[in-house]
């Protein structure tokens, strides 16, 4: 995170609320009213900074943050979880779900776009949960909301 915190702090300016609480958090908040620049402070980190991973909670919010910053949009429920067939019921594989039928899990993607990624934007990030927060924080990457 600390690779980040100083292009951050220059770039801040676009908007005056960005901030770190604490240096040792690996979350970056920005906040501020429409049309402060938060999109802009997001396209101009993910073009001098490579290697970031943009995310939104909704399919229409990642289109939309792709389309403004010019870099690739994706969920953020798709950059963390994949789905995986629970067996159900069978006796020889036991679900750990309760359910005697099979069906469709979401698992951790440990090898999937945010482990890969230096870092993450995410967009519109008082739409996220705690569990789907703190699902994307447990892959250790910075994280500018």
Not at 72 to 87: D, G, K, M, N
């Amino acid at each position: 995170m600390q690779a980040l915190v100083g292009p951050l702090r220059r770039i801040h300016p676009y908007c005056p609320r960005a901030g770190l609480d604490d240096p040792h958090d690996p979350v970056f908040r920005l906040f501020g009213a429409a049309g402060v620049g938060k999109t802009t402070t997001a396209r101009e980190v993910m073009e001098r900074h490579p290697g970031g991973l943009q995310c939104a909670f909704s399919g229409k919010a990642a289109y939309n943050l792709g389309a403004k910053t010019g870099h690739p949009a994706q969920t953020l429920h798709s950059a963390i979880y994949r789905p995986e067939q629970c067996p159900g019921g069978r006796p020889s594989q036991h679900c750990q779900h309760g359910s005697d039928k099979p069906h469709v899990v979401f698992a951790r993607n440990w090898s999937g776009a945010l482990s890969r990624a230096r870092y993450l934007i995410l967009d519109e990030c008082s739409m996220v949960n705690e569990t789907i927060g703190r699902a994307a924080e447990s892959f250790g990457k910075p994280i500018l909301v």
